[in-house]
T-cell receptor, first 118, second 110 residues
Framework: GAVVSQHPSWVICKSGTSVKIECRSL??????MFWYRQFPKQSLMLMAT?????????EQGVEKDKFLINHASLTLSTLTVTSAHPEDSSFYIC??????????????FGPGTRLTVL | GQSLEQPSEVTAVEGAIVQINCTYQTSGFYGLSWYQQHDGGAPTFLSYNALDGLEETGRFSSFLSRSDSYGYLLLQELQMKDSASYFC???????????FGGGTRVLVKP
């Protein structure tokens, strides 16, 4: 099956710093990738849709200037959490859609990045 | 908008059958997906229903009734490794975005 990787798997940073998380589709091209955030024992909340070669589409309530998304190639999307604060501590998960599967296509999720802001 | 409801927790013993129901209210609907997530891990795809009826994949089956805005995931011959959270998710009419339910934590006991 399709494989999506994320890097780093975990990161600890100081408040006020910026953190970049990478999401890569390893064996397929993804024109669309998605970024989710998940707090402990809660569901996945979609933050934004990352489109290759164009601006990301953010969900309501998500600050686009705080969560910068860049989808520079068909296999890579990055999420940068700028000026991170403790409330940004969460599990960030990306997914990529394998369009080769047509109508039954599915999203494949990366392993997630656990961000802890001190 | 989209909203999905599923039970928060289910406990069962090894070998048993568990059914996780999911009801949804959506402004658009393209299909219902089910994902499994172990603690600390990423969601993994289990099943997808775009049309009414039952989809069977090994020990797991998923059902959809579009007229009732209802679906379920059936876990058969439960094993300890099935202890995880299970999420239903609706794909929007564009077929791109997924909205997830709150998740059902399944605890399998010996």
């Amino acid at each position: 099956g399709a494989v999506v990787s994320q890097h780093p798997s975990w990161v600890i940073c100081k408040s006020g710093t910026s953190v970049k998380i990478e999401c890569r589709s390893l064996d397929f091209q993804a024109t669309t990738m998605f970024w989710y955030r998940q707090f402990p024992k809660q569901s996945l909340m979609l933050m934004a849709t990352s489109n290759e070669g164009s601006k990301a589409t953010y969900e309501q309530g998500v600050e686009k200037d705080k969560f910068l998304i860049n989808h520079a190639s068909l296999t890579l999307s990055t999420l940068t959490v700028t000026s991170a604060h403790p409330e940004d501590s969460s599990f960030y998960i990306c997914s990529a859609r394998d369009v080769r599967q047509g109508v039954t296509d599915t999203q494949y999720f990366g392993p997630g990045t656990r961000l802890t802001v001190l | 908008g989209q909203s999905l409801e599923q039970p928060s927790e289910v406990t069962a013993v090894e070998g048993a059958i568990v059914q996780i129901n999911c009801t949804y209210q959506t402004s658009g609907f393209y299909g219902l997906s089910w994902y499994q997530q172990h603690d600390g891990g990423a969601p993994t795809f289990l099943s997808y229903n775009a049309l009414d009826g039952l989809e069977e994949t090994g020990r797991f089956s998923s059902f959809l009734s579009r007229s009732d805005s209802y679906g379920y995931l059936l876990l058969q011959e439960l094993q300890m490794k099935d202890s995880a959270s299970y999420f239903c998710a609706v794909r929007d009419t564009g077929g791109n975005k997924l909205t997830f339910g709150g998740g059902t934590r399944v605890l399998v006991k010996p």
